[in-house]
């Protein structure tokens, strides 16, 4: 199993980026996938997280910017984010996630599998 993020790179603030993150050895269908971030000196932190069911949930800094969703092919998960903030800078991973009590939740330490993580830097 192997996560490929790709799409990070360097954007003023207000403008816009879309993450990609390719599998390969498995789908996407009927899993508990996310998105996560780190910045210099913080902890890592669940941005966004996608179920089967296509139920999201998303960090209340990033709802209303950022939309998480999974191409019709179940192989591509996507991190469209808008309205981009200096805050925001981070590298960010997509990542495989455990269920805990049948839910999908965006905490790191139930992650299953992370991807090499891309840069976004918002300046």
């Known amino acids: 199993v192997q996560l490929v993020e790709s799409g990070g790179g360097l954007v003023q603030p207000g403008g816009s980026l879309r993450l990609s993150c390719a599998a390969s050895?498995?789908?996407?269908?009927?899993?508990?996938v996310g998105w996560f971030r780190q910045a210099p000196g913080k902890e890592r932190e669940g941005v966004a997280a996608?179920?089967?069911?296509?139920?999201?949930s998303y960090a209340d800094s990033v709802k209303g910017r950022f939309t998480i969703s999974v191409d019709n092919a179940k192989t591509v998960l996507y991190l469209q984010m808008n309205s981009l903030k200096p805050e925001d800078t981070a590298v960010y991973y997509c990542?495989?996630?455990?269920?805990?009590?049948?839910?999908?939740?965006?905490?790191?330490?139930?992650?299953?599998?992370w991807g090499q993580g891309t840069q976004v830097t918002v300046s």
């Open positions: 990542a495989r996630i455990s269920r805990s009590g049948g839910s999908c939740y965006r905490r790191p330490t139930l992650v299953s599998r």
């Open positions: 996608i179920d089967g069911d296509d139920v999201v």
């Open positions: 050895g498995i789908t996407y269908s009927g899993v508990c």
